[in-house]
């Protein structure tokens, strides 16, 4: 019987995943870049299997990313810590909404626009559109 995995390690697989997933690269390529198999990486990143301190510092290498990227955004019900007084301000942070297709297709697109002036005007449009109260979203 199989114990369930910890959530820490489903939080971080699930950031190793979103990076990995953004920077346009398979598990395969990945599994490549630290010596393991794709199954190996599924494994990480369903969290399955716990990530050690130097294969994630590997994959930090490897997805561009500081190690602390894969802690970001833990839920307080998972890091057992209760919100800070700057966290109470933010707005409720949903699970998967950065793991959705919708969310990764917006944001590889955006990086995909060449100049940076242009993609700093539609960042400020997504921001103002999104800012707009809900009564006026759909005049």
Known sequence: MAANPNPVDIHVGSRVRLRRILAGMSQEKLG????????????????????????LYQFSQVLDVPVSFFFDDMPAEVSGRPGGAGEAAQEPFEADQLSRRESLELVRAYYRIPETTVRKRVFSLIKALAAQPEDNADT
């Open 32 to 55: 490549e870049a630290v010596g393991l198999t794709f199954q190996q990486i599924q494994k990480y990143e369903r969290g399955a299997n716990r990530i050690g301190s130097s294969r």
